[in-house]
């Protein structure tokens, strides 16, 4: 069964570039450096890596990085860029659900739900972590970003969602308060011109879920802060304002 992320992702690279929601990069890969004290010796894993421009982004500052990615229309957008800008990533198709890497990276990002919250049952978005952690040497730190499941409970999605200029047309919306996920359905014009009708499927996690989760699965540290586009921070304290929450877990030695 084709899933909802797959459909979009087809052939949605050059419009996905143009939302709101991927403009903050500079400020975003600031944070990152921040987070590795700015060692251009370590070697990065991009999950869920979309068209790249965080990898894009990391490598033209001098990092390694490895970028993967279910969808091989955002990837091929995301090997048009890094040609370029002339930056070296290698970017391969993979499965974030499944396991790929052991301890070999120094640090992994997962950002703007590129691959966690998107999948259809808690079990997949749980192994994601998990083999995010595989991946990692110890002492390696996880960035990521997901929905804040506060949010909902304080605010309107919908009117969130309607304020915010997008691409995509939002219809019917429902929030399930047994199991934190949204859905949506959603029209949409991809890159061809063509016009797709979708009902998404996301999940909100709170920020007591997410630490145990982490913990879990085998995160030593988990710190927890407030999403702000373009301006990642440890200074921002998460709130129920927060449409996202942004989240540094380190493995252990």
Not at 22 to 46: C, H, N, P, Y
Not at 103 to 115: H, K, L, R, V
């Amino acid at each position: 069964m084709t899933q909802w992320y797959e459909t979009l992702f087809t052939n949605f690279g050059k419009t996905y570039d143009k939302e709101c929601f991927t403009q903050g990069t500079i400020g975003e890969v600031d944070f990152v450096e921040r987070e590795l004290a700015s060692d251009r010796s370590k070697r990065i894993l991009d999950i869920g890596c979309g068209t790249g421009r965080h990898a894009i982004e990391l490598a033209n500052r001098g990092y390694r990085v490895t970028g993967f990615d279910l969808s091989e229309g955002q990837l091929r957008r995301a090997r048009e860029k890094a040609a370029k800008a002339g930056a070296t990533v290698d970017f391969q198709r993979r499965d974030a659900t499944e396991p790929h890497f052991n301890q070999e990276f120094d640090a992994a990002i997962m950002f703007c739900e590129g691959a966690f919250s998107l999948m259809e049952t808690d079990e997949k978005n749980y192994a994601i972590l998990t083999h995010a952690r595989a991946a990692l040497r110890p002492g390696a730190k996880l960035l990521l970003t997901t929905l804040n499941a506060l949010f909902p409970l304080f605010h309107s999605v919908q009117d969130f969602l309607s304020t915010n200029e997008s691409s995509t047309a939002i219809g019917k919306l429902t929030f399930d308060l047994m199991t934190f996920r949204e859905r949506i359905e959603m029209t949409f014009t991809d890159d061809a011109d063509q016009s797709h009708t979708i009902t998404t499927n996301e999940r909100y996690y709170t920020p007591a879920e997410m630490r145990w989760l982490l913990q879990t699965a085998g995160f030593a540290k988990v710190d927890i802060f407030g999403c702000r586009l373009g301006q990642f921070s440890r200074d921002h304290a998460l709130t129920h304002d927060d449409f996202e929450m942004l989240v540094v877990a380190e493995k252990g030695t």
